[in-house]
């Protein structure tokens, strides 16, 4: 895994708890020596300091972080103050998303789409940034057809992207379908898998059904069979997650990116497996 990128994903804790918690968590994730670790965004903001302070306390401990950064609901004012913000602390990697519009948000904000938000960030602050970009070999859910979310997809790199990160999957033939695509229309950037762990069915459920991720008839028929049984949903997840990685990088995929939900031992325990540690 030494010339793969593999980065880790957390939210920002909502508690002093949390806050507590996830530096366990992610004292303990350190250990496998991820490139890096990016913090989401809340919706409209709303997790926005939540983000920042996360993020320096990731770096405080001597690895490096990317904050995500929606448009949604945000004005260039706003997002320039920010950049600055992230400048000054020695951010060099973001995440840059349109976000989800908050529920009973009225304006979509100044920059609408993830492709004017990477011109922008591009516009005020040259290269100094490192971007990653989200990309969806399912489709994203709000696309039109496959054809206009590859065109999405484009628009976003044209203005500046490096990397992309995709949405999870459990179909490995979708990713290798989508990057395909890609190459054919002269897009070389590396495109990292969104790797989901699976620990809990009805959580995993819930996820797929808003993001638009296919969940394959097997394994749902084999989780929804284990009812309660939650030693053995994490066996079976650590099972087909593992090989679903395997398959990725054996077929040409640059890394791995996990979704960890700010828990250390799924992500652990398929990397283990994955380099045999």
Not at 270 to 275: A, F, P, S
């Amino acid at each position: 895994m030494e010339t793969h990128n593999f980065s880790i994903e957390f939210f920002p804790p909502k508690t002093p708890e949390g806050a507590e918690k996830l530096r366990a968590t992610r004292r303990q994730l350190a250990e496998l020596s991820p490139t890096y670790f990016s913090v989401t965004f809340g919706a409209g903001g709303s997790t926005q300091q939540g983000t920042l302070d996360t993020v320096l306390d990731i770096m405080a401990d001597g690895h490096p972080a990317a904050p995500h950064l929606s448009c949604i609901g945000a004005t260039r004012e706003s997002i320039r103050a920010l950049l600055k913000q992230f400048q000054q602390h020695g951010i060099r990697r973001l995440v840059a998303l349109r976000g989800d519009l908050p529920s009973g948000y009225g304006g979509a904000g100044e920059l609408r789409y993830a492709n004017e938000l990477v011109e922008f960030i591009r516009q005020e602050t040259g290269d100094w940034f490192h971007i990653e970009v989200a990309a969806y070999p399912e489709m994203h859910p709000q696309a039109r057809s496959p054809q206009d979310d590859l065109q999405n997809f484009a628009r976003k790199v044209h203005a500046g992207a490096n990397a992309a990160i995709t949405q999870y999957f459990y179909n490995a033939d979708a990713y290798f379908q989508f990057v395909d695509n890609v190459r054919k229309m002269g897009i070389e950037v590396p495109i990292v898998a969104g790797i989901m762990p699976i620990t809990n069915y009805t959580q995993l459920m819930r996820f797929s059904d808003m993001c638009g991720a296919e969940i394959p008839r097997w394994v749902r028929l084999k989780l929804a069979s284990f009812g309660d049984d939650s030693a053995s949903i994490k066996a079976f997840g650590l099972d087909v997650v593992s090989s679903l990685c395997e398959r990725l990088l054996a077929g040409g995929a640059p890394g791995l990116h996990f979704y960890s939900m700010n828990q250390a031992v799924a992500t652990t325990a398929i990397w283990k497996r994955l380099t045999g540690k």
